[in-house]
């Protein structure tokens, strides 16, 4: 059982003349051999060009390269999968008994996949202003929210500018538990930057990502993000 | 000194309303800060986009890894370069003296960046269609030429291929010959199918080079192409 289409059309805003389109974005290859990966290859390349126009008129003063680089930070299967989940598009998916069992309505990649090709479809069904109005609608929040002064670049960065900055010297990363089954460990990381008496602790799944999390905590305490 | 840009509106199909922009994609960064890569950032985009969807709806039966194959060869440097020199586009650059004086305007990667910028300038110029205009007539030849059947193979899987299908054992390669100084040695390879009795030579400055172009005339009095 698939919900209701009128009602993703309404989250998309868009209402397909030809309904059969929709139908197979929605349509994964574990359930059809006529599914939504051709439409993805699509809505791929339409995506791309209609985010590369939003950012070329936002920021005028970007040169290609920051361009590339911002447009890879708001179109990828994390950013996808979120607007993705914001639409609740994985009630809407036709899976294959066994990916349904699993878990793949909410699986990142087949929601990342299908609102690409959900892009698509629009796009062959009325056009690329159609294209562009949906995904405007979707993808617009993320590039009016972006930053070209922190993109691409990662907390531990940032956290080291901000303090080189102000000469405050380096932190300090310490791992401080490590939980969990072989399989599943969780890494604990606490970041002190000793000249401002400030320690802050993240997680993650490798000790990386731990430093990463804890890096961050300190700059949003810092900087105020 | 450029051409006259009517000419080249002409060759390309598209009159500009704002001529600013043709200006733009065709300064090269050597002659203008204000110069064409910002439009060749969204030039490739929108030619993807096209170009993804011509390919889509010529080729109903191929999935998406062969569209993602096809456009790939379809969109590079050296089919780019092609399509500038067809129309001229070298002579309308506007280059730094010092690119000027060494080839600029004939170089692949000037010609390819210029006319991806092009294209991004009629997208900018008069929205979707007018780009989709410019690259359907002059990548258009490409698209109808294109053999989903061959691209991407190279001449030695083809010819295995077709050999195997007729059960036709598979082919011999021997080096014949290797001539010419030791920095610019030249590969002479004769490719031999005993079943059918026939030799075929080629040549190439590697082994593996002339092993292919012995595989290609051998390809090509087999199958005709």
Same mark, same amino acid.
């Given at each position: 059982m698939? *919900?209701?289409? /009128?009602?993703?059309?309404?989250?998309?805003?868009? &209402?397909?003349?030809?309904?059969?389109?929709?139908?197979?974005?929605?349509?994964?290859?574990?359930?059809? *051999?006529?599914?939504?990966?051709?439409?993805?290859?699509?809505?791929?390349?339409?995506?791309?060009?209609?985010?590369?126009?939003?950012?070329?008129?936002?920021?005028?003063?970007?040169?290609e390269?920051?361009?590339?680089?911002?447009?890879?930070?708001?179109?990828?299967?994390?950013?996808?999968?979120?607007?993705?989940?914001?639409?609740?598009?994985?009630?809407?998916? $036709?899976?294959?008994?066994?990916?349904?069992?699993?878990?793949?309505?909410?699986?990142?990649?087949?929601?990342?996949?299908?609102?690409?090709?959900?892009?698509?479809?629009?796009?062959?069904?009325? %056009?690329?202003?159609?294209?562009?109005?949906?995904?405007?609608?979707?993808?617009?929040?993320?590039?009016?929210?972006?930053?070209?002064?922190?993109? %691409?670049?990662?907390?531990?960065t940032?956290? +080291?500018?901000?303090?080189? /900055?102000?000469? $405050?010297?380096?932190?300090?990363? +310490?791992?401080?538990?490590?939980?969990? +089954?072989?399989?599943?460990?969780?890494?604990?990381?606490?970041?002190?930057i000793? *000249?401002?008496?400030?320690?802050? +602790?993240?997680?993650?799944?490798? &000790? $990386?990502?731990?430093?990463q999390?804890?890096?961050?905590?300190?700059?949003?305490?810092?900087? %105020?993000?």
């Amino acid at each position: 059982m698939t *919900a209701d289409l /009128a009602s993703l059309e309404a989250r998309i805003g868009h &209402r397909f003349g030809q309904r059969e389109l929709l139908e197979q974005a929605l349509t994964h290859r574990s359930y059809a *051999a006529r599914n939504n990966e051709r439409l993805e290859f699509l809505g791929d390349s339409v995506l791309n060009c209609v985010v590369g126009l939003m950012l070329y008129r936002r920021f005028q003063q970007l040169q290609e390269g920051q361009l590339s680089r911002l447009r890879a930070n708001l179109v990828n299967q994390q950013s996808l999968c979120e607007v993705a989940r914001r639409i609740g598009l994985g009630a809407y998916l $036709k899976l294959g008994e066994g990916e349904l069992r699993s878990g793949g309505a909410d699986r990142p990649s087949i929601l990342a996949d299908a609102l690409e090709s959900l892009f698509g479809a629009a796009f062959l069904d009325a %056009g690329f202003p159609a294209a562009e109005g949906v995904i405007e609608r979707l993808m617009g929040p993320a590039v009016v929210a972006i930053d070209p002064h922190t993109q %691409g670049k990662d907390a531990k960065t940032l956290l +080291q500018e901000w303090l080189q /900055a102000r000469r $405050k010297g380096l932190p300090d990363y +310490q791992l401080v538990a490590v939980t969990g +089954q072989a399989h599943a460990q969780v890494f604990t990381v606490e970041c002190r930057i000793e *000249a401002l008496g400030l320690r802050c +602790q993240g997680t993650g799944n490798s &000790r $990386k990502a731990a430093e990463q999390a804890a890096a961050g905590a300190a700059y949003a305490q810092l900087a %105020g993000h």
